[in-house]
């Protein structure tokens, strides 16, 4: 789903005519540290899904935002609001209980499939065989989704996960590096220097073998809201900013 985040990125311009749907893009981990603005990209990933005229967005979180990330223009008009539905599993076990009925839901299948806090379920069973179940499984729902939105279209998945420090856990470590395999299209989020008050991140997007890497640097004003800036080309290292099993950002 790198189309989508670079939508998000671009504000709103697509990277051309004809590009990716859905159900040719891989699934997408979006990764970064605490605090590096993981939900805000998610939630305006919701938002720029929402409005492209297809399904509703599936937004699952262990809890409700606290607030609605600010951005210009149209992207929080109400239509859009009313086509993402919140879950919020409270637990690991009712996460997958959660995925495993999905084939049992009623109504219009999603076009986009989003989880808030990987790490957060995580927790509850760290070992690998756990998170390559859960990987799976989400998977999976996506691939369900897809069959019934329809050919052509499809469901995309992205998901969120907090990186740790470098030198951190060792498990941490291969537990990313799993997931890494099931997620080839990553988005790393890391600190940039900021002004006064601002929060400032570079975003880097590998869209999974579909295209080069791309930076931006986002910005969050002291009242919330989100402006975006692409970074040139040429300062783009290509030999950097890959994630590395090593669990460390990039």
């Given at each position: 789903m790198a189309e989508t985040l670079r939508r998000v990125l671009n504000l709103g311009i697509a990277a051309g005519p004809g590009k990716n749907t859905a159900e040719a893009e891989p699934p997408l981990l979006l990764l970064g540290g605490p605090g590096s603005g993981k939900t805000a990209l998610l939630f305006a990933a919701a938002l720029e899904a929402a409005g492209e005229g297809r399904g509703p967005v599936l937004f699952l979180t262990r809890r409700p935002l606290q607030s609605l990330p600010r951005r210009t223009g149209p992207a929080l008009e109400p239509l859009r609001l009313?086509?993402?539905?919140?879950?919020?599993?409270?637990?690991?076990?009712?996460?997958?209980?959660?995925?495993?009925?999905?084939?049992?839901?009623r109504g219009p299948a999603p076009s986009l499939l989003l989880l808030d806090g990987l790490e957060e379920y995580l927790v509850e069973d760290p070992g690998s065989q756990e998170a390559a179940y859960l990987a799976a499984l989400l998977l999976d729902t996506a691939v369900h989704f897809s069959h019934r939105v329809g050919p052509g279209r499809g469901c995309g998945l992205i998901v969120a996960l907090q990186t740790q420090e470098e030198g951190g856990d060792s498990g941490n470590a291969l537990?990313?590096?799993?997931?890494?395999?099931?997620?080839?299209?990553?988005?790393?989020?890391?600190p940039d220097a900021a002004g006064p008050g601002q929060c400032c991140l570079r975003a880097s997007l590998e869209p999974g073998g579909l295209g080069p890497r791309e930076e931006w640097w986002v910005i969050f004003q002291p009242d919330g809201e989100m402006t975006v800036t692409r970074r040139p080309t040429q300062a783009v290292d290509t030999s950097s900013h890959k994630g590395s099993s090593s669990g460390g950002q990039p």
């Open positions: 009313q086509k993402i539905r919140f879950q919020y599993p409270s637990s690991t076990r009712e996460l997958l209980r959660f995925l495993c009925s999905a084939h049992e839901a537990q990313l590096a799993l997931l890494q395999r099931y997620f080839p299209a990553q988005c790393w989020l890391q």
